[in-house]
RNA sequence: UGUCCGAUAGCUCAGUUGGUCAGAGCGCCGCUCUUACAAAGCGGAGGUCGACGGUUCGAACCCGUCUCGGACUACCA
């Protein structure tokens, strides 16, 4: 093994490896465990977020593979319309050419062959994170099955009326000339202004005075609101406006929508332009006038002067023209929401168009009670909240897009534009006897992206098919996710599954947060403070890391200040850390429902614990036997402590496991290797190792359990270290005694509670104060490691004598001792440092090696601790409604715990009084 | 607008039936190249657990109020 860790030597081999072995596919007993992977964009990649998540769902399934349960990893990707269509779309816009150009068919075939050129790359990068997803039952969302299964489902629902197509006011994108549903509109508070127009009254002089934050929506007013109890206008409801520019007359009506308070209390009412007025018109039978084209200019039935206009001109153009009329009242900045798109950026109108849309509220019901009576759990369970809230106000979900990538809608017309719902053409000929001179023309529009994603737990199991994965899999076991999408994916895959399954798609929502920079900020390309997981694995120069933060941007002009940020940050670049490091990192960030600061920090410190494990193994390769001997048990101290530490480090991994606790199995993981197995159980295997005069039976038990130790580690670290823990495993399993091909399908170690020994923990315990008690002082003398110190002890007790006697080799070598002397009762001690366990003295003579000040400070400072310690344990057992009230056990305690502390001090005084006499 | 989350060591964070719970890692300060590991070893310093009340024998933990962050959601034209 090289002599220091090298992840990139060793993690692709294995995976590799792996794969052609086929040891993701389900194999194992009658339980059965699944995640269906949250599929990623077909041609994204990897980000920190997918990195993350990846980690979290592999550790749980590897966890599970071990412990011989049924496991599957459901892989596949999305198809992501809009987001996938941009992508060709630029392409094809780059290269002078536009999809109108190629027409649909074409552009189509341009998107699947840009899905075969790019498709692989997120796959390529899920290997590196060692994600173990069964590869042959990969699928996607436009798969022939899949696709089918979205057809049954659309045909089912509109079958039973649960969907619709109607005109109504959607989320418009003027630049991708799509409908979005609510969740794909974001608002964000921008500043703009609130300009005031007077709006004549007919038949007098007098005007009312509305406050509007879209001038050109005015043209299609047909109604200007007040509140039916506003005193003000009370009189003028039911008389007429004339409408400038638009030279039409509208009415004055009353609704208690209008709040009096805000502008003028005359709200300006646009029914086909705003979804308060829609409901407003809806309400008073007003007429819907469509000012604007799909993509956002002035109308052709608009004023001449403004047809053709760009709504962004019209408005302009608009204001003015009132100003000119004398119409204006005034201008007020004003802070507004602006509704943009998600995808497009651009600013979303609400615009009259037919839509296709889901009666939802029927399928809400059912996935409400299932949250609520327990089928499905949030983790952390607050989440539920936040479902419950969404899912107790849900609106109807429009589902047709205006795209041409994606599972196009089911549904034909006739030329008198009757609706036909079925498979294909024939399926609706058949369906509804039509003649076959009939002409049919199918729907141009596909499905919302989410709309097959809400099927793919089951989708991906051969639904609508009864299969055997479906029967063993599904439900699958827990879901893995953000919160981001908990509105868009979460709920409409419990809704759907529900519908078309009668079951849960999942019986756990485990809702991660998510990773944020090293200061709180989220990572964007246009922020320059993305990190790329391949670049954590594999390390990055500088130059090559400022170039892809730099090259692409949208806003380019930001090119120079990220640059410099990086160069600041990242001076030498980011070092190869390894996909183990950085598997480890995420699971020790893993807090449940918390976001998560990447700090490079951590990933180092966890890279420096591969080291660890590695050099750790590297002893123990060198220091045992190729081939598993047949020593006696080893009954040593060490051997008994080291496997009892382990049996309580396996099974509190495993209760952190089961609780979805990462960061905790993670630490106990890293507190037994580091700080047990390295620090103390190597250090004492040396004794028996390298004794001049071995005991060649201790020796052969010292092996065994050494290599025994570090094989069960190795299984229990596996889950999130995939790849250190195979390379080490394949060395050491036979010197151990264990067969098998890889360490991924050998077993979880069950089972080692008869391995816990409170003996020998507690004669540890012992063993380790004595060693520290002389280490602390060496420490604050600055006394060199490399020298022997001699011991003196007074006060000993007969177990600790028997302890000695038993351990004196142990101590020796870990305190590094010269020689140790016991001394009878009335035997006074030489002027020493003195280190106390229980009653007795440890005390190692000053003869040039103590400065007595120092001595006396650093027992002044115990002295100080320990009379603090007294004091308020003193405090509450005079309080006698304490001694009164609380348990007999915790009293007993805190009076041992007094007494304890007297001794303490006792002995402490009396050891700086024997300094007071000594001559400094 | 409503909901939710957070505030603990210089930094990033644990602390889930209220009874050594005041912790870990990193960073910092000493001493060491001791035969797996300087990506290391050994020792050390460092916090009135955001503020104020309350419940309790006992509160970082439970309740209330407040301050400061953050997220989501709705919204006044």
């Known amino acids: ?221 047909t109604a200007v609101a007040v509140h039916p109890d506003d005193e003000r206008y009370q009189h003028l409801v039911g008389k007429t406006v004339r409408l400038p520019i638009a030279d039409r007359s509208i009415p004055v009506i009353a609704d208690d929508y209008v709040d009096p308070e805000f502008g003028s209390g005359c709200v300006k009412i646009t029914p086909a332009h705003d979804f308060n007025d829609y409901d407003i018109g809806k309400r008073h039978d007003l007429p819907m006038i469509n000012v604007l084209t799909d993509d956002a200019r002035i109308g052709a039935d608009m004023p001449a002067d403004y047809r053709g206009l760009d709504r962004f001109d019209a408005r302009k153009q608009i204001v003015a023209e009132f100003e000119q009329l004398g119409l204006l009242e005034k201008i007020e900045p004003h802070n507004l929401k602006v509704p943009r798109g998600d995808r497009s950026g651009a600013i979303v109108e609400p615009y009259l168009t037919d839509q296709w849309y889901v009666r939802i509220a029927p399928l809400a019901e059912p996935a409400i009670k299932a949250v609520e009576d327990g089928s499905i759990k949030f983790v952390p369970e607050n989440w539920s909240k936040t479902y419950f809230d969404w899912m107790h106000n849900i609106q109807d979900w429009c589902i047709s897009r205006q795209l041409w990538w994606g599972h196009r809608i089911p549904a034909w017309y006739d030329d008198q534009g009757n609706i036909y719902v079925g498979r294909d053409e024939a399926d609706i000929r058949e369906r509804h006897k039509l003649s076959d001179n009939l002409v049919l023309r199918q729907d141009d529009d596909v499905l919302d992206t989410w709309f097959s994603s809400a099927l793919w737990p089951f989708s991906t199991l051969g639904w609508p098919k009864k299969t055997p994965e479906l029967q063993t899999f599904y439900p699958t076991s827990v879901l893995v996710t953000g919160f981001d999408i908990i509105f868009f994916w979460v709920a409409r895959m419990i809704m759907f599954g529900l519908k078309f399954t009668g079951e849960v798609p999942f019986r756990e929502v485990y809702i991660h947060g998510l990773i944020r920079d090293q200061d709180g900020q989220k990572m964007s390309k246009s922020k320059g403070n993305v990190l790329d997981p391949i670049d954590l694995i594999d390390g990055i120069d500088l130059e090559s890391l400022v170039s892809k933060r730099t090259t692409g941007l949208m806003q380019p002009h930001l090119a120079p200040r990220i640059e410099k940020a990086t160069r600041k940050q990242f001076a030498d670049g980011i070092p190869e850390y390894g996909t183990d490091a950085l598997r480890f990192t995420f699971a020790s960030l893993a807090t449940t429902g918390r976001d998560i600061r990447f700090d490079l920090g951590r990933i180092e410190g ?315």
């Open 1 to 221: 093994m090289d002599k220091t860790y090298q992840p990139g030597a060793i993690e692709q081999k294995h995976y590799a490896r792996w794969e052609r072995e086929g040891r993701f596919a389900p194999q194992g007993g009658e339980a059965s465990f699944s995640i269906a992977i949250p599929p990623p964009n077909v041609t994204g990649t990897l980000h920190m977020g997918h990195a993350f998540q990846d980690t979290i769902m592999d550790t749980l399934i590897r966890y599970q593979r071990q412990r011989g349960i049924n496991t599957l990893w459901q892989h596949g990707t999305d198809h992501a319309g809009i987001a996938t269509q941009m992508v060709v779309e630029r392409q094809l816009n780059a290269a002078g050419t536009s999809k109108r150009d190629l027409g649909r068919e074409k552009f189509v075939e341009r998107v699947w062959d840009w899905k075969a050129a790019s498709g692989g790359r997120i796959n390529d990068q899920l290997r590196r994170m060692g994600a173990s997803v069964d590869w042959s039952r990969e699928r996607f969302t436009m798969d022939e099955g899949l696709s089918e299964a979205v057809r049954d489902v659309f045909i089912q629902l509109y079958d039973e009326q649960l969907i619709y197509r109607g005109k109504r006011l959607v989320n418009w994108d003027p630049v991708l000339l799509t409908a979005l549903s609510d969740l794909e509109v974001l608002s964000e508070d921008e500043s703009g202004h609130l300009w005031h127009f007077r709006y004549p009254l007919e038949g007098t002089d007098e005007h009312l005075v509305v406050a509007t934050t879209r001038p050109e929506t005015m043209l299609g007013d």
């Open 606 to 920: 966890y890279r420096n614990f591969c080291n660890k494990l590695w050099n750790a193994s590297r002893f123990v390769l060198a220091s045992t036997e190729e081939k598993a001997n047949s020593a006696p048990v080893d009954d040593s101290l060490p051997g008994r402590w080291i496997r009892s530490r382990l049996a309580h480090t396996v099974a509190e991994v495993e209760r952190q496991f089961e609780r979805y606790r990462l960061d905790l199995a993670a630490q106990a993981i890293y507190e037994f290797t580091w700080h047990e197995f390295c620090d103390w159980y190597l250090e004492l295997s040396k004794v028996a190792l390298f004794d001049d005069d071995p005991d060649q039976g201790a020796k052969q038990a010292t092996m065994q359990t050494l290599a025994a130790t570090l094989e069960a580690l190795l299984r229990v670290i596996h889950p999130i270290m995939p790849f250190i823990s195979e390379e080490i495993w394949q060395r050491v399993a036979v010197r151990a005694g264990v067969d098998g091909d890889s360490i991924c399908d050998t077993r979880w170690p069950v089972d080692l509670s008869k391995h816990v020994d409170a003996q020998a923990e507690a004669d540890m315990q012992w063993l380790q104060r004595f060693v520290l008690g002389i280490r602390q002082i060496r420490g604050e003398m600055d006394i060199a490691p490399g020298k022997p110190l001699p011991v003196v002890l007074q006060g000993a007790s007969a177990n600790d004598l028997t302890s000695l006697d038993t351990h004196e080799h142990l101590i020796r070598k870990m305190a590094n001792l010269d020689t140790i002397t016991v001394l009878d009762d009335d035997q006074a001690p030489p002027p020493s440092a003195t280190a106390l366990l229980g009653d007795m003295q440890i005390c190692v003579p000053m003869a040039g090696l103590i400065n007595v000040d120092k001595e006396r400070e650093r027992l002044a400072k115990q002295l100080n601790k320990s009379e603090s310690d007294l004091a308020r344990t003193q405090g509450k057992l005079d309080n006698p409604s304490f001694v009164d009230r609380a348990p007999a056990a915790v009293v007993a305690t805190e009076r041992q715990r007094a007494d304890e502390h007297r001794t303490q001090i006792e002995q402490l005084r009396a050891q700086l009084q024997k300094l007071d006499t000594m001559v400094p």
